[in-house]
């Protein structure tokens, strides 16, 4: 019973703790959705080098490097923003700075990999 109890107490810290980050749950064809109306922005925080290669159609670009040395992107602090990068690890060190410097609704949508399974579009090169 005691067991059971210290599980639910981890249970609703752990979902204040997800609700108190501005982690929003969204499946990924929602998020897609609202990204490509413009009702929400992606936020791609690879190098140059990296979004140049290849990208998802409509990010916007802020290299992670830029938000760590201080870098204020244009933005409205109320903007649904998903980030992402190669494999997520960079996307949430940028949505973690995010939140820090007031933005409100920050998620992290992990890789490109993943915005190509949800039907989003990409682009390469000069496109």
Not at 51 to 80: C, F, M, N, V
Request: glycine letters at 12%; charged letters at 25%; hydrophobic letters at 35%.
């Amino acid at each position: 019973m005691r067991i059971q109890g210290i599980g639910l107490l981890v249970f609703f810290v752990i979902l204040m703790h997800g609700c108190s980050t501005g982690k929003q749950s969204s499946s990924l064809n929602q998020i897609v959705e609202r990204v490509n109306s413009g009702q929400a922005i992606l936020l791609d925080v690879r190098t140059k080098g990296e979004y140049e290669k290849i990208r998802a159609t409509g990010a916007r670009h802020i290299p992670l490097s830029d938000l760590q040395s201080g870098k204020i992107p244009d933005i409205d602090l109320k903007d649904q923003i998903y980030t992402y990068c190669r494999s997520g690890a960079r996307s949430e060190k940028a949505r973690k700075i995010l939140l820090k410097i007031g933005y409100r609704y920050v998620q992290n949508l992990g890789g490109i990999e993943t915005w190509k399974k949800a039907g989003g579009q990409v682009e390469s090169g000069d496109s």
